[in-house]
C-alpha cells in the first residue's frame, strides 16, 4: 500500500508534537518538583531559625532570672551589712552608755545632772541617727514619696539622690495634663528611671542629665539623655546586657516600649513610651522585681 508524502509529513509533525508535549510535561514536573524543594527548605530554614531563636529566648530568660536572683541576694547582703554595722554599733553603743548610766545611779558616788544631761544627749544623738539609718533603707526598699507624694516628686528625689551620690547635673521637665496611673504603674516606671540613673551613675562617665516626662491624652513618654561616653551600639541588644533586657521587660510588661540610643557618638538616650491615656499592667507583673541594672 502506497503512503503518500502527506501522511509522513502529518505523522513526523504529530511525532514531534507528542515528544514535545511530554518533554514539557516532564520539564513542568521537574519544576514543580524543584519549586517543592525550594519551599521546604525555606520552610525548614525558618523553622531552624525560629527554634535558634526560641532557644535564645530560653537561654536570655534563664540567664535573667539568675541575674534577678544574684541582685537580690547582693540586696540582702548589703541590707544585712548596713544593720549589722551600722545599725548594731549604734544599739551597741546605745547599750553601754544605758549601762553605764544604770551603774552610776546605783553607785554611792553618783555622777552629777549635768553629766547625765550629756550622756543622754549622746543617746538621743545616736537614737536619731539609727532613726535616719532605717528610713533611708526602708526608702531603698519601696520609695515612700512615690507612695506618699507621687511620681513627679519620686523623679525629683530620685536624682536629687544621683547629684548627691555622683556630683552629676540633673534638671527635669515634667510636663502632665492630667493622666493618671496606678500605684503599679508608678512603680513600674519609677523602677526603670531608678536603674537608668543608676546605669548613668555606674557607666557613661557624664557630668550631668536631662530628663523629660509627658503625659497627655495620647500617653505617656520619659526621655532621659546624659553626656557621658555613650553606649556601645553592640550592648544594646547583645542578649547578655541582662540590665537592659529586664528595663525592656518591664517597659513591656506596662504595654509600652523602651528605646536606648546613642547620640551621635557621645551621650546615651533612653526613652520610655506608653500610649494611651489610661495603660494597663499585664496580668502576673509583679513591679518589685524584673529589669535589674545593666552589666
Not at 39 to 53: G, V, Y
Not at 64 to 79: G, K, P
Not at 173 to 188: A, L, N, R
Amino acid at each position: 500500500m502506497h503512503i503518500s508524502q502527506e501522511f509522513w509529513w502529518a505523522f513526523g509533525i504529530g511525532s514531534i508534537t507528542l515528544l514535545l508535549l511530554g518533554i514539557g510535561y516532564i520539564w513542568n514536573i521537574v519544576a514543580n518538583q524543584k519549586q517543592s524543594i525550594a519551599s521546604h527548605e525555606r520552610q525548614l530554614k525558618q523553622l531552624q531559625e525560629r527554634e535558634e531563636k526560641l532557644r535564645a529566648s530560653q537561654q536570655q530568660l534563664r540567664n535573667l532570672a539568675a541575674r534577678l536572683q544574684s541582685v537580690r541576694e547582693e540586696e540582702r547582703l548589703n541590707i544585712a551589712r548596713e544593720v549589722h554595722d551600722d545599725l548594731g554599733q549604734v544599739l551597741t553603743v546605745v547599750k553601754i552608755h544605758l549601762r553605764d548610766l544604770s551603774d552610776n545611779l546605783k553607785s554611792k558616788n553618783r555622777i552629777g545632772v549635768s553629766e547625765m544631761l550629756s550622756s543622754l544627749k549622746s543617746l538621743t544623738k545616736l537614737v536619731d541617727g539609727s532613726i535616719n539609718l532605717v528610713k533611708e533603707i526602708s526608702s531603698e526598699l519601696r520609695p515612700i514619696v512615690l507612695d506618699n507624694l507621687g511620681l513627679k516628686e519620686a523623679f525629683e528625689w530620685e536624682s536629687h539622690k544621683l547629684q548627691e551620690r555622683g556630683k552629676i547635673a540633673c534638671s527635669i521637665d515634667f510636663y502632665s495634663e492630667g493622666i493618671s496611673f496606678s500605684k503599679e504603674q508608678q512603680i513600674g516606671i519609677f523602677r526603670i528611671y531608678q536603674e537608668t540613673l543608676t546605669n548613668v551613675l555606674r557607666h557613661s562617665c557624664a557630668t550631668k542629665t536631662q530628663t523629660t516626662v509627658r503625659m497627655d491624652e495620647k500617653g505617656f513618654r520619659m526621655d532621659v539623655l546624659d553626656n557621658g561616653t555613650g553606649i556601645p551600639e553592640t550592648a544594646i541588644n547583645d542578649p547578655k546586657s541582662l540590665g537592659i533586657l529586664g528595663m525592656k521587660e518591664r517597659a513591656l510588661l506596662l504595654n509600652g516600649e523602651l528605646t536606648i540610643s546613642c547620640t551621635n557618638g557621645s551621650g546615651t538616650l533612653v526613652s520610655l513610651t506608653i500610649p494611651g491615656t489610661q495603660p494597663e499592667v499585664k496580668q502576673g507583673f509583679n513591679p518589685e522585681y524584673g529589669g535589674e541594672y545593666r552589666d
